[in-house]
């Protein structure tokens, strides 16, 4: 039986690389634009102001654009916010009807479409939306009352809303529009 080898020296020992090291950069290179709107985790706990707009998810519809006229995904912003206007005045009338699931399904519809564009604010508000509708608080969430899943999900729509003002505001300033639509439209 040979002896065993002695260990080697510290300086002669191979390093091993850490795996997570591109999804570290990622995370460090990942820029938002913020603001100061700030929601409600689905389950009750409060949590830090969302960005309005998560930067990683909209550049990737800008690469999408042809030139720098940014004329694809300035399309694609306005039929979002055509869609949204549409969706809260359903959320308005869904409110005031009391109807929860209905609410529970446009809050679901609207988290899709804001993250796609990367509205974080958005997304996160109809996110809680939906659970609320479902008189749950989050995913695994306990269940609630009709009547405070609603009255949570009164004051989350203007939260919501707060959250898609600033983002269309961010968005027109980004494309440098004074309103959506074409100038045909108008």
Known sequence: MSPPHPPRPPQLRKRRRRRPRKRERERQTRTYAHT?????????????????????????ILEMDDDDTHEFSLSIVENYMEQAAATFDSMSAAVDAENLPELSRLGHFLKGSSAALGISQVQTGCEAMQYYGQLKRGANGTKMAPKEAL?????????????????????????????WGSPEEE
Not at 155 to 177: N, P, Q, S
């Open 36 to 60: 100061s709107c700030s929601l409600s985790h689905p389950d009750g706990r409060h949590q830090a102001p969302a960005p309005v707009i998560d930067m990683d998810t909209f550049s990737q």
């Open 151 to 179: 009255d949570l999900i009164t004051t989350l729509l203007a939260k919501i809303k707060e959250g898609h003002t600033e983002a269309d505001k961010w968005l027109r300033d980004f494309y440098g529009v004074e309103s």
